[in-house]
């Protein structure tokens, strides 16, 4: 069974930095791309950052140049480093990856999310 589980996300001011992680654990035989979404209150969710297996990367407009997306393939871990954080980034950040499990198929799997909050 391959689980992924967010850790990073709390209460920052407007300005403010906070990096997200992801762990993906279980039968993994291999992982293609990670990325991460965000769902604001009300609003449908939206991909924020994803990276393949190669480390290619690509971003959403919204955070390009404060968002980084990075990888540590040795421990199955995706980040987000997050700075010059904006109320408006205020949402649940889901981490997302496309694994291929030791038995099985490959398919997408969804952590259960973690709160980020931009507010003074």
């Known amino acids: 069974q391959v689980q992924l589980v967010e850790s990073g996300g709390g209460l920052v001011q407007p300005g403010g930095s906070l990096r997200l992680s992801c762990a993906a654990s279980?039968?993994?035989?291999?992982?293609?791309?990670m990325g991460w979404y965000r769902q604001a209150p009300g609003k449908q969710r939206e991909l924020v950052a994803v990276i393949t297996s190669g480390g290619s990367t690509n971003y959403a407009d919204s955070v390009k140049g404060r968002f980084t997306i990075s990888r540590d393939n040795a421990k199955n871990t995706v980040y987000l480093q997050m700075n010059s954080l904006k109320p408006e980034d205020t949402a649940v950040y889901y981490c997302n990856a496309h694994i291929t499990p030791r038995a099985g198929f490959n398919m997408d799997y969804w952590g259960k999310g973690t709160l980020v909050t931009v507010s003074s």
């Open positions: 279980g039968s993994i035989f291999s992982i293609n791309a």
